[in-house]
């Protein structure tokens, strides 16, 4: 994945390898190696994730990234997403390590906030990949 110029990502090889070389490994609980595999896996996916978000950011013509959810928590990933970004000129916005949570978490507590207001939606209602912000963003920067 790191050689190639698209910017879609799977994550599913890699794991593939570390669970089949956990398996064949005797001492799979020897802490030194258990640490040096965590540390390549982590090294591998967010030198992935640094490059293609930097990709996408330059190839959108977008000056400033954010990282948000969980994974934004990840410090590696903090450190190579700014240094990365900052040597191909992108302001680089991460949030406080408290703020970075699980997305579903935030679902949920949007949508408490909305059931404690008197909101609330019928059976009727669908799911939509691009919401009304992400299409009047896009209107804005003269996008379709």
């Known amino acids: 994945m790191p050689s190639r110029t698209s910017l879609e990502m799977s994550f599913s090889g890699i794991k593939t390898q570390v669970a089949q070389l956990a398996a064949r490994r005797e001492l799979p609980h020897d802490p030194a190696w258990v640490a040096d595999v965590c540390a390549s896996f982590q090294a591998a996916v967010t030198g992935v994730l640094a490059r293609k978000l930097v990709d996408a950011a330059t190839r959108e013509g977008v000056g400033d990234v954010v990282l948000g959810g969980g994974v934004a928590a990840n410090r590696e990933l ?32 949007a949508g408490a906030t909305r059931f404690a207001s008197g909101e609330h939606d019928g059976w009727d209602l669908t799911a939509e990949s691009r919401s009304v912000l992400a299409r009047a963003t896009r209107k804005g920067r003269g996008r379709r």
């Open 78 to 109: 903090r450190r190579r997403v700014s240094e990365l970004g900052a040597s191909h000129g992108l302001r680089v916005a991460l949030p406080p390590l408290a703020s970075c949570t699980d997305n579903a978490a935030m679902i949920a507590f």
